[in-house]
């Protein structure tokens, strides 16, 4: 019985305020209260920040992959970087009434689009002009 007894003696004393805590900190059971996980609302004057342009993001990524795939497949660049195009100039169209973010990207991706259609033209310029230069 004294085992219990001393334990219940511990668990008075836990939860009597700490004398050492007398100044501006408060005790373990007003931080344990005061960290439970309530969630704060956002502030009034908040602005949350705009919105991005989602199809600006998949022109600049369709664009770098079929430039990269060009290089080696045009019959799957070429389709890939007619799509960057098209989703780029339609992103361009959307930004513009819906003021969203993104206007460099779609840009960005109807430029690279461009060179990823006229990449494997170059290339095979490239090599008829070696071939029939030095190869012939």
């Avoid at 004398?19 to 501006?24: A, D, L």
Wanted: glycine letters at 6%; zero cysteines.
């Amino acid at each position: 019985m004294d085992g219990l007894d001393n334990m219940s003696d511990k668990a008075k004393q836990s939860k009597q305020p700490n004398q050492q805590n007398e100044g501006n900190t408060p005790n373990d059971e007003t931080n344990i209260d005061s960290n439970s996980a309530k969630i704060n609302p956002p502030a009034a004057d908040t602005v949350e920040p705009p919105k991005r342009n989602v199809k600006a993001i998949i022109s600049l990524v369709l664009s770098i992959g079929s430039l990269f795939i060009s290089f080696f497949e045009f019959f799957i660049g070429i389709p890939m970087a007619i799509i960057a195009l098209v989703s780029g100039i339609l992103s361009l169209r959307e930004i513009k009434t819906t003021q969203e973010v993104g206007r460099k990207m779609a840009i960005a991706g109807i430029i690279i689009s461009i060179l990823s259609i006229l990449t494997p033209f170059l290339l095979a310029a490239l090599v008829f002009y070696l071939y029939m230069n030095i190869g012939g």
